[in-house]
């Protein structure tokens, strides 16, 4: 496979909040399963399941996001709501 881009946390929260995700995007978190952290921001492994993973972006070392992308190689990233070790998915 041809090199893949390496994908800031910063840049993933910008194209994520505007819908602007790439195929090659979600490619490089895929196979690389990491971002690159920021001053900013950094990424943290939560979950890791059979066909997805579980991840959150901490922002000023205040702000947690959480996300969930499966496993498949261009499949979708949700963001989800955290509350007392339940995961709810978002809508919209």
Known sequence: MK????????EFIEK???NT???EDL???YFQNTFEDT???????VERGGYYKIFKIVINDF??????KTYYE?????????KENIFLIKKG
Not at 3 to 10: G, H, R, S, V
Not at 39 to 45: A, H, I, V
């Open 3 to 10: 090199n893949l881009k390496t994908i800031t946390t910063d």
């Open 21 to 23: 995700l790439e195929e």
């Open 16 to 18: 994520y909040d505007n």
């Open 27 to 29: 490619r490089a978190i």
């Open 74 to 82: 261009t499949g979708p990233i949700f963001e989800v709501k955290y």
């Open 63 to 68: 702000l947690e996001r959480y996300f969930i």
């Open 39 to 45: 001053d900013n921001s950094y990424w943290e492994l």
